[in-house]
């Protein structure tokens, strides 16, 4: 997710428990592809994985994901992640964001399906054959009838698999997310699908896999405050992450950000957009970005946060508002 997992993020989770986190594959955040070439160090910024075989430490690879609307230019830009080391290719065609898809980029293409395929097709025939090339799409622009010719046509021109967040570009982020949407464009293909959209516990998992038929699931936000579903959902942890070694989590992520280069200041702006995304799923990380987010510094954003998660279990939290 632009903005947020990156590099360290995608470290600290794939790291845990022991490194049996139940995460099978990462995604870079998007790399914005133009009528120019992409040039190395923009892959290794948003996916400094590249430098050690394009895996996490724990193992986990993570493919390069692109957004774009230029078939020449994104097949240009695939060649060159593919160079340095990736492991697979992930194309971008659910992006909402009205700065990207009016600049031809993102879900926008979804509106035109032959676009989807041109682009898949360039990519697909400029990376080697064993390395997997992936669409992730939304289910439609204004409304979701169209996603099984879309999910066609990334077929047609050659994904290995396809990602679908069951909302409509239209729907941003409102609810609800469209399984049974996500279901047909599974049934008319025969590529995998991979269903996406609030999928914040075990139990939305279940929902999914009965509304969708899909097996596989990609897990953007959820993961944020509940780092701990994907081993969950595998049955290898039982239990929610408590607040201690949660704190440590983001400890580490602090400190693993400041060890790739980031800033105070940039690595204070990442914590606190991962706290405000747990805020959403747990009751202590909501008070602990209420209490966070007009802190200035890291020192005192650290300080905080272990204060409020490593506070006496038996004292109930209060929440403000
Ligand atoms: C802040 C933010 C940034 C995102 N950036 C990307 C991105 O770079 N690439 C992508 O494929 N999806 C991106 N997404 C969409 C997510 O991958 C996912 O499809 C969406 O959030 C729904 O899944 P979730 O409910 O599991 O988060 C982003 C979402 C958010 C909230």
Known sequence: MDGVTDGSYRECLTALFGGRSGISL????????????????????????LARGGKTRAGVPVFVQLLGGEPHWMARAAETAVALGAPGIDLNFGCPAKTVNSSDGGA????????????????????????PVTVKIRVGWEDPSPVVEIARAAEAG???????????????????????????????VSMAVVANGDLF???SLFEAAQRSGCTAFMIGRGAMGRPE??????????????????EALLDVYADTLLASGANERNTLGRLKQWLRMAAMLRADMKLAFEQCKRLQT????????????????????????
């Open 26 to 49: 990462c995604v870079s955040e998007f790399v914005r592809v133009t009528r120019q070439p992409v040039v190395e160090r923009v892959f290794l910024r948003h996916c400094p994985e």
């Open 229 to 246: 579903l994907f081993a969950r959902a595998r049955g290898t942890q039982r239990a929610a992450l408590d607040p201690r070694p949660f």
């Open 298 to 321: 890291l020192d005192e954003a650290r300080a905080k946060l272990r204060e409020i998660l490593l506070r006496d279990p038996s004292e109930p939290l209060e929440l403000a508002g």
């Open 108 to 131: 926008t293409l979804l509106k035109d399906p032959c676009r989807v395929e041109a682009v898949t097709r360039a990519v697909r025939a400029a990376v080697p054959a064993e390395l």
């Open 201 to 203: 516990g075990v139990p």
């Open 158 to 188: 050659g994904a290995s698999w396809l990602t679908i967040h069951g909302r409509t570009r239209r729907q941003l982020y409102k609810p609800p997310v469209d399984y049974e949407a996500i279901g047909r464009a599974q049934a008319a």
